[in-house]
């Protein structure tokens, strides 16, 4: 999976519409290869990310959460302690 998709179910606050298009965008530059489209294929890729934003929204939406909801905050600071012991194990390897 693209690192920069980040989970966007079971959160609380709720996952809001930028969040969600931002994904969107990373899976569709992910599919198309392209970060920045031609102008050629500019509609094209904004009309990918809008149906991806909008089938994104729609599941999120249905989904039904088993698990108590997860915090924004909480989550990001064990990401940060999960990259701060990967940076220092490979310093420790060179």
Not at 34 to 47: H, I, L, S, T, W
């Amino acid at each position: 999976m693209c690192r920069s998709i980040q989970p966007l179910h079971n959160y609380e606050p709720p996952s809001g519409p930028d969040e969600v298009r931002a994904a969107a965008l990373q899976y569709v530059r992910k599919v198309s290869g392209m970060a920045r489209p031609a102008g050629v294929n500019q509609a094209a890729f904004d009309r990918a990310v809008d149906a991806v934003s909008v089938a994104t929204g729609d599941l999120l939406a249905t989904l039904v959460a088993t698990a108590p909801p997860r915090d924004r905050i909480l989550e990001r600071q064990r990401a940060r302690a999960r990259w701060d012991r990967r940076q220092t194990a490979s310093q420790v390897a060179r």
